[in-house]
């Protein structure tokens, strides 16, 4: 969907104990025409995709949706949030990966809350389309 994508993570201790979670923001954008046109939609593709009341965000309103998926000791949540600016389509994605079978993170590494709180962080200060 992407002409360009950036991901912001963090491995962190999950709430339970066991195995990892990922605590991730994920930034993409395109020009494509087709893409574009269904910007607004293209979120809630996933089985489990609902709607969630549009956001404000960096002075824009997203079209958000949740997504979610579990299976071999594995899941995924995600909160997706799309908008076009000046012929442009913007994705967001807010996304927690946890991993029971994984092996542990470091020792060093934060808990889960911080984690979730940091990428929290970075997706507030988002801010799409020419600077004014």
Known sequence: MADAV??????AKPRDGVGQVIEMVQI???????VVARCGTAGAKGA??????????GGHRWTAYS??????SQSIAATDLRTVVEGTCYA?????????????PSRTAPTQAIAAANMNAILATIHVGRRR
């Open 48 to 57: 489990n995709g609902r709607r969630l009341p549009d956001r404000m965000l």
């Open 67 to 72: 997504n979610g998926d579990a299976g071999m």
């Open 6 to 11: 950036a991901r912001f993570w963090q491995v």
């Open 28 to 34: 993409g954008f395109s020009r494509n025409a087709a």
């Open 92 to 104: 967001v994605d807010r996304v927690t990966y946890s991993i029971k079978a994984g092996s542990a």
